[in-house]
């Protein structure tokens, strides 16, 4: 079973950047995909990114629209999500996840982390 701490949540302006971490021990971390979700109080909690177990090919939702990067370091057992030119839309709290095949849907995904705040202030 794979546990994973995110980090690097905060307080920014818009168009502000944070880099997010999230730290994986005890599984097999490096053998999976890796995933960031969303969710917003009152929203459903939405895909953000997702990258294969050995971070060769990412996938991200509509409205990252070039802002953000995932990447993978399996011998440090910790992926990462950049977040560039962030919107007020953008404020949620942000979760990292595994899946077998770099899966988009929740249930797909295993292994969440406590999630870690993000706010973009306008």
């Known amino acids: 079973q794979v546990q994973l701490v995110e980090s690097g949540g905060g307080l920014v302006q818009t168009g502000g950047s944070l880099r997010l971490s999230c730290a994986a021990s005890g599984g097999a971390f490096r053998t999976r995909a890796m995933g960031w979700f969303r969710q917003a109080p009152g929203n459903k909690r939405e895909f953000v990114a997702t990258?294969?177990?050995?971070?060769?090919?990412?996938y991200y939702a509509d409205f990252v629209q070039g802002r953000f990067t995932i990447s993978k370091d399996n011998a440090k057992n910790t992926g990462y999500l950049q977040m560039n030119s962030l919107k007020p839309e953008d404020t949620a709290v942000y979760y990292c996840t595994t899946s077998t095949d770099a899966s988009t849907d929740p249930q797909d995904n295993t292994n969440w982390g406590q999630g870690t705040q993000v706010t973009v202030s306008s």
């Open positions: 990258i294969t177990w050995n971070g060769g090919t990412a």
